[in-house]
């Protein structure tokens, strides 16, 4: 695959640990998901992930931003959840 466009998401989180239940949620997708056109990778740097969306052309690269944001969302949500969970849980 050419890579002639990328996007490099930032996502800061409250916490490192937060960043790393969305990290390896998402991990899994790293390779699975891609097609032809687009590669993704994805770093943690304590709080912060990053998420590089590379794609050989624009419709491409937009459908993997797509895709990859609404992995993030319901990453983000599910890690939200078991958080409310467990402070619940230890009332």
């Known amino acids: 695959m050419d890579e002639r466009h990328e ?10 640990a937060r960043a790393t239940t969305v990290e390896a949620s998402l991990r899994p ?3 699975d998901i ?9 770093a943690r740097d304590g709080a912060d992930l990053r998420l590089r969306i590379a794609a050989a ?10 895709t990859w944001l609404s992995l ?6 599910c890690a939200a959840a078991g ?7 230890d009332r």
């Open 34 to 42: 891609e097609g032809d056109r687009t590669r993704a990778s994805l």
């Open 57 to 66: 052309d624009l419709v491409a690269l937009r459908a993997g931003q797509n």
């Open 7 to 16: 996007t490099l998401l930032t996502f800061e989180y409250d916490s490192a």
């Open 83 to 89: 958080s409310d969970r467990t402070t619940a849980n």
């Open 72 to 77: 993030t969302a319901v990453a983000e949500r």
């Open 29 to 31: 997708e790293i390779g």
